[in-house]
């Protein structure tokens, strides 16, 4: 990926973990506190499904953030981790809850964000040189 390209996409997923930790968090407060400036909660959703949906969300926020700031080491397998977390979650919530005609697709374009962000955190020569060369 060229260097401008790369710089991009590199800023473009840290623009996407703080919208995922600001907003994962203001609907976290939302469902804990019933208050908040819009309203975030999905009703269909069971009330277990939505307070993980919310602790997913602003985990996955947070620990892109932290773990860029720190330029920790292992911050592209924490995101896997948390993808497949997103990712489980989003599965149950279209195939469970979800009604609308386009959920399959919106799962779909889902995970191939997760997938393609984590090959990018993986593979690239600016992640790699920001969090340090993973040996395995």
Same mark, same amino acid.
């Given at each position: 990926m060229p260097a401008i390209a790369s710089s991009v $996409?590199?800023? !473009?997923?840290?623009?996407?973990s703080i919208f995922l930790a600001v907003w994962g968090s203001l609907g976290l407060i939302e469902y804990l506190f019933g208050v908040g400036p819009i309203r975030l909660q999905n009703p269909v959703f069971p009330d277990g499904v939505q307070l993980l949906h919310w602790i997913g969300i602003t985990a996955t926020g947070l620990i892109y953030l932290i773990g860029y700031y720190r330029?920790?080491? !292992?911050?592209? $397998?924490?995101m896997v981790v948390a993808y497949s977390v997103l990712a489980t979650l989003c599965f149950v919530e279209t195939m469970d809850f979800l009604t609308n005609r386009g959920r399959y697709v919106a799962m779909v374009l889902e995970y191939a964000a997760y997938i393609v962000i984590s090959i990018y955190l993986f593979r690239s020569e600016r992640m790699q040189t920001h969090f340090?060369? !993973?040996t395995y």
């Open positions: $996409f590199s800023f !473009l997923v840290l623009a996407a330029r920790w080491q !292992l911050t592209p $397998f924490a340090g060369r !993973l």
